[in-house]
């Protein structure tokens, strides 16, 4: 068998290490885009002087011919635009969590009463699950302490919601200042703030996480198992939190963007973010709280719920039962060198070449990528060498599978390249550089509804390829280590997060600076530059979401190994009717779920339709510029609708696996699982194409910068309207029900792993009343 090389103290210096320098990194890059000052006239420049003054914080001279304009205004504007988008996400995340706190809260106790009884509250230690010979700490131990990292989990996610909220309502109004610099000066701004986010978000969940287990080891001792069946509360209380963040904030976003467009673009022929729509800033808020609050707290329970697989899996498994330390933590060893990895990436970007072009944005953010995931395949090649002894043995339902540490680099390789295949693939389908959008733009000369025919068939096509990718890292990866090989498959494609993260909330940020420049009155030259970023920016989003679908496939197919384990399932037969009717009511299930969301996005936008119709109707002067639309009402109107539709299917998603595992036992479940699996993942990744495909075929015709985007334009003409129309559509698909379903396959699988105990020990009431 071997020892790694890496000794013990080794991986307790290196992972806590990398952590705190994921964190000092992102407090670096924020103290550079605070650089960029919000506030004329406060340095050496008066307000009437546009010189370089050390103004924005730099020696530039604005190249614009802003010039001539009275700048003190602009940058005044700017700020209190920043100002108003700031404050409507923060109330907005208050409320919600208010909402979400109170289910925390009866969860966890759910969550306790559920586990303390599965040996009726004893306090006595009883035989260990996997080995009757041992005995190991009692059932309550396991629930209040699953209970604790329930919350804990929980906790984090809504913290890294909001800091990233936060951050990106800090960065928006700079990014717009820095536009007037040109575009590589933007987009620098809008990629360090999106890497704030990404590297706080990476390290404090590798952080929290290895606090926990290090705590939780003081009254486990040597019980590894119980010890890390403990842990996977941490990416329940992840993800549950994600589940309502990507929801209420989808629909928030969603309701706001279709209200303004339908009523300012279609119907009043104004601009996109034109200060006259009075839904203009609850649309940029939403940007902030479905993007990046939604996503932020999505990939941290990815993140979290793959470690929490393969530890798992890991403490049945040669590491756990010999005590191994540093191969039993390899999974976070993995990401403690993804954080390095990414930060070497982010120089790339930032410091070590320019962007003087517009044409040069969306390349650099693609080398983001691909640079990352070069090195991460030597970094985990080196970690696989020194954290893992060369042969080993893996917990393969019921049996030791003997493995070697090749093997195990190979299952992190193969989910950290598939990551990047569906990243590609995504990138082609929506990007409108490529033919597939350029088609759909086509489409739009004979009306709305060829252009949503086209759009639906590209959604269905993209899911080709990446479901191909994901099918061959689970068949290679399984076939090397069993379900470990799965999960740390899922987490080799989430080892770049931080640099993920940071492309990805790069692009509400550009799309709110964009947004800002218009509102504030900039020229139209500054508006082409955020739009390029914003445009670069949507594509880039397509990508991250791709990433979180595909991760959220492996993650819980993970899941549903260690859930079948754990529950004492020997195997899962398709053919017995208990299983089956699961598969049937598991696939449906991501329909209900979806019509659910769409809905909410639906009602919510013919509320905000009405409300914007009557302003433009009943406020004079607003049409012309000279009246102040109230922002105000339409904000509430999004809040109020998004946190009052969060609720069912919120509801749906966390009470399934309980009603199913408490009336219908534990195989029933199993097909559940699989069929929600399944399905869920071709509905999300059609959905976020489709709405993408859409939305950057409409900017292919606005931006007109060929010479066939040009016949189909210019903004206002018939094919841009269907366009719009196609955009509206989308708009729901891409950010609402889309993205959340991937939430809906992780959290379901984590939860019936939480729970397994109880089920396997009380669960099929139904059944076995009618034995």
């Given at each position: 068998m071997g020892s790694s090389i890496l000794p013990d103290l080794g991986t307790e210096i290196l992972i806590p290490l990398c952590a705190v320098i994921g964190i000092a990194f992102s407090l670096l890059q924020w103290v550079l885009v605070s650089k960029v000052k919000l506030s004329p006239g406060r340095d050496s420049a008066s307000p009437g002087n546009n010189g370089a003054g050390g103004k924005n914080g730099y020696g530039d001279y604005l190249i614009e011919e802003e010039e001539g304009l009275n700048d003190h205004n602009v940058v005044l504007k700017c700020a209190e635009i920043q100002t108003a988008i700031s404050e409507g996400a923060t109330s907005f995340l208050f409320t919600e969590y208010q909402y979400v706190g109170i289910f925390m809260i009866a969860f966890a106790i759910l969550i306790f009463l559920f586990l303390g009884s599965v040996e009726g509250f004893s306090t006595k230690s009883q035989p260990c699950t996997y080995d009757q010979s041992k005995t190991c700490k009692p059932a309550l131990a396991t629930a209040i302490f699953s209970t604790i990292s329930f919350l804990l989990g929980a906790v984090t996610s809504v913290v890294s919601g909001f800091l990233g909220m936060k951050i990106a309502t800090y960065a928006n109004a700079r990014t717009t200042l820095e536009a007037r610099k040109g575009v590589g000066k933007a987009f620098i701004t809008a990629f360090r703030s999106g890497a704030v986010m990404g590297f706080l978000l990476a390290a404090n969940g590798l952080l929290v996480l290895y606090i926990a287990i290090n705590l939780f080891k003081l009254y486990y001792g040597d019980d590894w198992g119980g010890l890390f069946e403990a842990i996977t509360g941490y990416g329940l209380g992840g993800s549950s939190m994600a589940l309502f963040g990507r929801v209420g904030g989808g629909i928030y976003t969603k309701a706001a963007d279709v209200g303004a467009d339908l009523v300012g673009k279609v119907e009043r022929n104004i601009p996109e973010d034109d200060p006259r729509n009075p839904a203009v800033i609850a649309d940029n808020v939403g940007d902030n709280v479905g993007d990046i609050a939604g996503m932020g707290s999505d990939l941290f329970g990815s993140y979290a719920e793959s470690s929490c697989a393969a530890l798992v899996v890991a403490s049945i498994s040669s590491f756990g039962i010999n005590h191994e330390l540093t191969p039993m933590l390899y999974p976070l060893i993995i990401s403690s060198v993804g954080i390095i990895v990414c930060l070497i990436t982010t120089l790339f970007a930032t410091d070590f070449f320019e962007i003087k072009a517009v044409k040069e944005i969306e390349p650099s953010l693609k080398r983001q990528l691909i640079i990352s995931t070069v090195l991460m395949t030597i970094g985990i090649a080196i970690v696989s060498w020194i954290a893992l002894p060369s042969s080993f043995t893996i917990f393969n339902f019921g049996n030791q599978k003997d493995v070697k540490n090749w093997q195990l680099f190979l299952c992190v390789a193969v989910g950290l390249w598939a990551g990047l295949i569906i990243g590609f693939v995504t990138e082609y389908y929506t990007s409108n550089a490529y033919s597939p959008v350029q088609d759909v733009a086509d489409s739009c000369r004979t009306g709305a509804a060829t252009n949503v025919i086209f759009g639906l068939a590209l959604g269905y096509k993209s899911c080709i390829i990446p479901i191909f990718a994901i099918a061959v890292s689970i068949f290679v990866s399984f076939s090397f280590a069993a379900m470990y090989g799965i999960a740390v498959a899922a987490l080799g494609m989430l080892s770049t997060i931080a640099t993920g993260l940071a492309i990805d909330a790069y692009g509400p940020i550009s799309d709110n600076a964009g947004g800002i420049a218009?509102?504030?009155?900039?020229?139209?030259?500054?508006?082409?530059?955020?739009?390029?970023?914003?445009?670069?920016?949507?594509?880039?989003?397509?990508?991250?979401?791709?990433?979180?679908?595909?991760?959220?496939?492996?993650?819980?197919?993970?899941?549903?190994?260690?859930?079948?384990?754990?529950?004492?399932?020997?195997?899962?037969?398709?053919?017995?009717?208990?299983?089956?009717?699961?598969l049937l009511v598991g696939a449906m299930l991501p329909y209900w779920f979806?019509?659910?969301?769409?809905?909410?996005?639906?009602?919510?936008?013919?509320?905000?339709v009405e409300e914007v119709r009557r302003q433009f109707n009943t406020i004079p002067g607003l049409m012309e510029g000279t009246a102040k639309p109230d922002y105000a009402t339409c904000v509430k109107i999004s809040t109020d609708a998004s946190i009052k539709e969060m609720i069912p299917p919120g509801a749906l998603v966390m009470l399934t696996p309980l009603i199913v595992g408490i009336f219908f036992g534990v195989e029933t479940l199993s097909g559940v699982l699989a069929g929600s699996l399944v399905s869920g993942v071709q509905i999300a990744i059609s959905a976020s194409n489709t709405g993408g495909a859409w939305d950057n075929a409409k900017k292919y015709i606005e931006a007109g910068a060929s010479e066939h985007a040009r016949t189909l334009g210019p903004k206002g003409s018939d094919p841009h309207k269907a366009a719009v129309i196609g955009d509206t559509i989308g708009d729901p698909l891409k950010d609402t029900s889309g993205p959340s379903l991937n939430i809906l396959i992780k959290l379901m699988a984590v939860e019936s792993l939480v729970f397994a105990p109880f089920f396997a020990t009380h669960g099929g009431l139904l059944f076995k009343i009618f034995q």
């Amino acid at each position: 068998m071997g020892s790694s090389i890496l000794p013990d103290l080794g991986t307790e210096i290196l992972i806590p290490l990398c952590a705190v320098i994921g964190i000092a990194f992102s407090l670096l890059q924020w103290v550079l885009v605070s650089k960029v000052k919000l506030s004329p006239g406060r340095d050496s420049a008066s307000p009437g002087n546009n010189g370089a003054g050390g103004k924005n914080g730099y020696g530039d001279y604005l190249i614009e011919e802003e010039e001539g304009l009275n700048d003190h205004n602009v940058v005044l504007k700017c700020a209190e635009i920043q100002t108003a988008i700031s404050e409507g996400a923060t109330s907005f995340l208050f409320t919600e969590y208010q909402y979400v706190g109170i289910f925390m809260i009866a969860f966890a106790i759910l969550i306790f009463l559920f586990l303390g009884s599965v040996e009726g509250f004893s306090t006595k230690s009883q035989p260990c699950t996997y080995d009757q010979s041992k005995t190991c700490k009692p059932a309550l131990a396991t629930a209040i302490f699953s209970t604790i990292s329930f919350l804990l989990g929980a906790v984090t996610s809504v913290v890294s919601g909001f800091l990233g909220m936060k951050i990106a309502t800090y960065a928006n109004a700079r990014t717009t200042l820095e536009a007037r610099k040109g575009v590589g000066k933007a987009f620098i701004t809008a990629f360090r703030s999106g890497a704030v986010m990404g590297f706080l978000l990476a390290a404090n969940g590798l952080l929290v996480l290895y606090i926990a287990i290090n705590l939780f080891k003081l009254y486990y001792g040597d019980d590894w198992g119980g010890l890390f069946e403990a842990i996977t509360g941490y990416g329940l209380g992840g993800s549950s939190m994600a589940l309502f963040g990507r929801v209420g904030g989808g629909i928030y976003t969603k309701a706001a963007d279709v209200g303004a467009d339908l009523v300012g673009k279609v119907e009043r022929n104004i601009p996109e973010d034109d200060p006259r729509n009075p839904a203009v800033i609850a649309d940029n808020v939403g940007d902030n709280v479905g993007d990046i609050a939604g996503m932020g707290s999505d990939l941290f329970g990815s993140y979290a719920e793959s470690s929490c697989a393969a530890l798992v899996v890991a403490s049945i498994s040669s590491f756990g039962i010999n005590h191994e330390l540093t191969p039993m933590l390899y999974p976070l060893i993995i990401s403690s060198v993804g954080i390095i990895v990414c930060l070497i990436t982010t120089l790339f970007a930032t410091d070590f070449f320019e962007i003087k072009a517009v044409k040069e944005i969306e390349p650099s953010l693609k080398r983001q990528l691909i640079i990352s995931t070069v090195l991460m395949t030597i970094g985990i090649a080196i970690v696989s060498w020194i954290a893992l002894p060369s042969s080993f043995t893996i917990f393969n339902f019921g049996n030791q599978k003997d493995v070697k540490n090749w093997q195990l680099f190979l299952c992190v390789a193969v989910g950290l390249w598939a990551g990047l295949i569906i990243g590609f693939v995504t990138e082609y389908y929506t990007s409108n550089a490529y033919s597939p959008v350029q088609d759909v733009a086509d489409s739009c000369r004979t009306g709305a509804a060829t252009n949503v025919i086209f759009g639906l068939a590209l959604g269905y096509k993209s899911c080709i390829i990446p479901i191909f990718a994901i099918a061959v890292s689970i068949f290679v990866s399984f076939s090397f280590a069993a379900m470990y090989g799965i999960a740390v498959a899922a987490l080799g494609m989430l080892s770049t997060i931080a640099t993920g993260l940071a492309i990805d909330a790069y692009g509400p940020i550009s799309d709110n600076a964009g947004g800002i420049a218009e509102m504030a009155g900039m020229s139209h030259r500054i508006r082409e530059r955020t739009d390029a970023l914003d445009a670069a920016g949507n594509t880039t989003a397509a990508i991250g979401k791709g990433f979180a679908i595909g991760s959220a496939a492996l993650v819980s197919l993970a899941l549903f190994g260690a859930f079948v384990s754990r529950a004492a399932i020997s195997k899962v037969d398709v053919l017995t009717p208990k299983v089956f009717i699961g598969l049937l009511v598991g696939a449906m299930l991501p329909y209900w779920f979806s019509a659910m969301t769409m809905k909410s996005v639906g009602s919510a936008a013919l509320k905000m339709v009405e409300e914007v119709r009557r302003q433009f109707n009943t406020i004079p002067g607003l049409m012309e510029g000279t009246a102040k639309p109230d922002y105000a009402t339409c904000v509430k109107i999004s809040t109020d609708a998004s946190i009052k539709e969060m609720i069912p299917p919120g509801a749906l998603v966390m009470l399934t696996p309980l009603i199913v595992g408490i009336f219908f036992g534990v195989e029933t479940l199993s097909g559940v699982l699989a069929g929600s699996l399944v399905s869920g993942v071709q509905i999300a990744i059609s959905a976020s194409n489709t709405g993408g495909a859409w939305d950057n075929a409409k900017k292919y015709i606005e931006a007109g910068a060929s010479e066939h985007a040009r016949t189909l334009g210019p903004k206002g003409s018939d094919p841009h309207k269907a366009a719009v129309i196609g955009d509206t559509i989308g708009d729901p698909l891409k950010d609402t029900s889309g993205p959340s379903l991937n939430i809906l396959i992780k959290l379901m699988a984590v939860e019936s792993l939480v729970f397994a105990p109880f089920f396997a020990t009380h669960g099929g009431l139904l059944f076995k009343i009618f034995q």
